[in-house]
T-cell receptor, first 111, second 116 residues
Framework: DAKTTQPNSMESNEEEPVHLPCNHS???????IHWYRQLPSQGPEYVIH???SNVNNRMASLAIAEDRKSSTLILHRATLRDAAVYYC????????????FGQGTRLTINP | GAGVSQSPSNKVTEKGKDVELRCDPI?????LYWYRQSLGQGLEFLIY????????KSGLPSDRFSAERTGGSVSTLTIQRTQQEDSAVYLC??????????????FGPGTRLLVL
């Protein structure tokens, strides 16, 4: 699976939007961009995924650059419960089924 | 519906003992995965089961680690002759079919293993 690069940590305030960046300059045309997050003392949970177009769901939005070499996870109005480690993962349609986790971004939300 | 469940939640064992960790996937999910998360290594893949196919064991760190999945449902991860470096959180995940790369994996809460 192609490599992703994320900032080690970010901080934001409650009720403000949060933009979590991910660089994946070696992405292939068949790689899906997935985001998972891990709340303290819990297993990871799925957030969102996309291929080329921007995606929205009840949890977040995913903005994908036109050249697909970067993407941004957007939390529109952060709550304290959004404090977690966020992982950006590329999944190749031809690759293995496993998820390959990097170090992720540790998001801190200030009240 | 019920999510992925794992037992025990916590396990403390002595070096050299064998341990068994259990995972109950979401009902109807045919794909099951084991990962582990340790302080030094982050989250790493261990093994993947999909239906009746041969499991992908490429992530197992040594022959002391083994896993089985009985009846296409419950899975047991066994660690023989535990070592202190086996201390980690062992996470199980399941997905509906495990055949499409865009498919979501659903994780359990994990088993926290401490080897003294």
């Amino acid at each position: 699976d192609a490599k992703t690069t994320q900032p080690n940590s970010m901080e934001s305030n409650e009720e403000e939007p949060v933009h979590l960046p991910c660089n994946h300059s070696t992405i292939s045309g068949t790689d899906y961009i997935h985001w998972y997050r891990q709340l303290p003392s819990q297993g990871p949970e799925y957030v969102i995924h996309g291929l080329t177009s921007n995606v929205n769901n009840r949890m977040a939005s995913l903005a994908i650059a036109e050249d697909r070499k970067s993407s941004t996870l957007i939390l529109h109005r952060a709550t304290l419960r959004d404090a977690a480690v966020y992982y950006c993962i590329l999944r190749d349609v031809k690759g293995a089924q496993k998820l390959v986790f990097g170090q992720g971004t540790r998001l801190t939300i200030n009240p | 519906g019920a999510g992925v469940s794992q037992s025990p939640s916590n396990k403390v064992t002595e070096k050299g003992k064998d341990v068994e960790l259990r995972c109950d996937p979401i009902s109807g999910h045919t794909a099951l995965y084991w990962y582990r998360q340790s302080l030094g290594q982050g989250l790493e893949f261990l093994i993947y089961f999909q239906g009746n196919s041969a499991p992908d064991k490429s992530g197992l760190p040594s022959d002391r680690f083994s896993a089985e999945r009985t009846g296409g449902s419950v899975s047991t991860l066994t660690i023989q002759r535990t070592q202190q470096e086996d201390s980690a959180v062992y996470l199980c995940a399941s997905s509906f079919q495990g055949l499409r790369r865009e498919e979501t994996q659903y994780f359990g809460p994990g088993t926290r293993l401490l080897v003294l």
